[in-house]
């Protein structure tokens, strides 16, 4: 079976200081991987998705990047945090092989930008 | 472009009684429509999908939606409540065009249940 990890679990870091969290995905090969934003009341804002190594899209110009350097693995980074990036960020894969797809969603990282 | 929306970011029903989760949707073509579930400090979960075969779809927990085209609307309901139905709930679309795999979600309703 399919399962996706996330971590950290909780981070709190510093303005300006650079983040880097990492999700991974087993059981499956090829996968469609998304990293969302939810901050309070504002439901789930898509920020990048990736189809394939190295292929990334971005949804919302900003200071996040986002990198995929192995199959099942997806990378999201900043050089400089700010206080509107606290938020929980979540992973999630899909198969990407029939449509419309299902997403499924790591546990997520919790972000407090102090 | 798709969009949803959830009428009432919050949800008060007592253990038993019915629950009802409202979400219309906009689309210029037919949607495919999902509910998620996410209970505190986890991940989304899938409770249900409609896309275009039965207009009432039931999902995991209970719970089961209805598409209505002439409401644009794809609202949730569960007959009884359960203390462990305690989540919130987001709706999200897609729109039909094969090839584009994006979610589009509401902005969620949280469901409180009272003893």
């Known amino acids: 079976s399919q399962t996706i990890h996330q971590w950290p679990a909780t981070l709190v870091q510093p303005v300006g200081s650079p983040l880097s969290l990492e999700c991974t995905v087993e059981?499956?090969?090829?996968?469609?991987l998304y990293w969302y934003r939810q901050a309070a009341g504002r439901g789930l804002q898509l920020l990048f998705y990736?189809?394939?190594?190295?292929?990334i899209s971005s949804e919302v110009p900003q200071n996040l990047s986002a990198s995929r350097p192995q199959d099942r693995q997806f990378i999201l980074s900043s050089k400089k945090l700010l206080l509107s990036d606290s938020g929980f960020y979540l992973c999630?894969?899909?198969?990407?092989?029939?449509?419309?797809?299902?997403?499924?969603f790591g546990p997520g990282t919790r972000l407090l930008v102090l | 472009a798709q969009s949803v929306t959830q009428l009432g970011s919050h949800v008060s029903v007592s253990e038993g009684a019915l629950v009802l989760l409202r979400c219309n949707y906009s689309?210029?073509?037919?949607?495919?429509l999902f509910w998620y579930v996410q209970y505190p400090n986890q991940g989304l979960q899938l409770l249900l999908k409609?896309?275009?075969?039965?207009?009432l779809v039931k999902g995991i927990n209970g719970f089961e939606a209805e598409f209505k085209k002439s409401e644009t609307s794809f609202h949730l309901t569960k007959p009884s409540a359960h203390m462990s139905d305690a989540a919130e709930y987001f709706c999200a679309v897609a729109p039909f065009n094969f090839g584009n795999e994006k979610l589009t979600f509401g902005t969620g309703t949280r469901l409180t249940i009272i003893p």
């Open positions: 990736s189809v394939g190594i190295g292929q």
């Open positions: 999630a894969w899909s198969l990407g092989t029939f449509y419309p797809e299902t997403q499924y």
């Open positions: 689309s210029s073509v037919p949607p495919y």
């Open positions: 409609y896309t275009s075969a039965a207009t």
């Open positions: 059981g499956t090969s090829n996968p469609n």
